[in-house]
């Protein structure tokens, strides 16, 4: 698809807020607004969100508005705002904003006010965000530190000069939830040294990760959507993984076939390099087994850095989005295990070089407790909240 640059709309000269689904409209506001930190990479992200728009449009039932703002017929801003029925808030369904991209406060606030009267309109009383749909593009929350490292498809990036956050506090909306990244790069983990002799660790190609999906989603349900603050999964997010890792394995090669010796003492590696074609395998995902039962107990799900294949780059990055592990089975070392194993092996045998652990939540002790040890923090970001209540209509006689 390509972008056209006429400007056949934003006649009037006064300030306005308008809602679209018209594609055109939205991909002229896209390429005239949105701020990509690596120009290279902006043609390409709008295309993403185009494609992604004109999905969502099409399911009729699918809530969703887009609105921007001119003022003085010049654009001012512009911001997304949806229903998904997959995104859960500590469990429960709630409306987002996303992509909010403003010029001054009055953008911002008569921007916000749609969305208000959006979430109202649909019986809903909170609204939080940035969730930047899709995920695997635009990530969550406002970013506010480490904008100098390196973009992540996967994780929010920002401008550093950008008054939204600040204008949105100012509109009433609070912190809610503070979220971190880490680079946690070949780093050993200590309590990954003692496998349960239970746990059998694998690598699987992409056609047996899809045949693992009910147990993944369950797992998901589990682990995800009834304690995050945040945890915008479901299938639709499987399916985006899934596309990643496909786009993924069309341009991945081989660095190394030959056993790494100086890891051989890493409990369950050898078993898992020996059980695994290197040829055929997903190297950004690695599951833990029951051995008993065959059961999925524990994974890690990597995103690889599709900005940097976007680029034109060889594919050395990977944003370690999901970690889960079953209830049942926490505090076996598996989680480190599943680290220690799959970091090394991908390395190794597929050269990437650099894992951030990402959007990794402030209130998750656990998570706390068994990553920040072990990395270094490159990047904060913030998701806002604000309940709504009903506005008021009076009725002025004389």
């Known amino acids: 698809m390509e972008i056209s640059l006429e400007k056949t709309i934003f006649r009037k000269k006064e300030f306005t807020v308008a809602s679209t689904r018209n594609i055109s409209e939205i991909q002229f506001v896209l390429t005239e607004l949105l701020y990509v930190p690596d120009e290279r990479l902006k043609l390409v992200i709008v295309l993403e969100l185009v494609d992604y728009f004109t999905e969502k449009f099409s399911e009729p039932d699918y809530k969703i508005r887009f609105f921007y703002a001119t003022q003085d017929g010049i654009l001012t801003g512009f911001v997304i705002c949806q229903i998904d029925g997959d995104y859960k808030s500590y469990g429960m369904s709630c409306p987002t904003f996303g992509w909010l991209h403003t010029k001054n406060f009055l953008s911002c606030k008569k921007l916000m006010n749609e969305c208000e009267n959006f979430v109202r309109e649909n019986k809903k009383k909170k609204l939080r ?115 990643g890792y496909a786009q993924a394995r069309k341009v991945l090669k081989l660095v ?45 799900m990597c995103q690889p850095n599709l900005f940097q294949l976007w680029n034109g780059e060889q594919l050395t990055h990977l944003n370690v989005d999901t970690v889960m592990i079953k209830k049942e089975y926490a505090g076996k070392g598996i989680f480190s295990a599943l680290h220690n194993i799959g970091v090394f092996l991908s390395s190794s045998s597929y050269g990437f070089n650099y894992y951030e652990g990402t959007t990794i939540w402030a209130n998750n002790d656990r998570a706390i407790k068994t990553i920040f040890p072990h990395g270094t923090p490159t990047r904060t970001h913030y998701v806002v909240q604000k309940r709504l209540h009903k506005e008021l209509k009076v009725n002025i006689k004389f």
Do not use: H
């Open 129 to 243: 965000g940035p969730i930047n749909y899709p995920k695997f593009v635009g990530g969550i929350g406002f970013q506010t530190e480490g904008f100098e490292a390196p973009m992540m498809s996967g994780v929010a990036f920002g401008d550093p000069e950008s008054k939204v956050l600040e204008y949105l506090q100012q509109l009433g909306y609070k912190k809610d939830s503070k979220y971190m990244c880490l680079d946690t790069f070949l780093k050993k983990w200590d309590k990954g040294k003692n496998l349960d002799e239970n746990i059998a660790v694998r690598f699987l190609p992409l056609d047996e990760i899809r045949d693992l999906k009910e147990q993944i989603m369950g797992l998901a349900s589990q682990s995800l959507y009834a304690v995050l603050a945040d945890a915008p999964g479901g299938r639709a997010r499987f399916e985006e993984m899934m596309d």
């Open 256 to 300: 190394g076939e030959e056993f790494p010796q100086d890891y051989a003492g890493v409990p369950g590696f050898r078993e898992t390099w020996e059980s695994c074609d290197l040829k055929k395998i997903v190297p950004m995902a690695i599951f833990g087994f029951d051995r008993n039962t065959n059961e999925l107990v524990g994974v890690i």
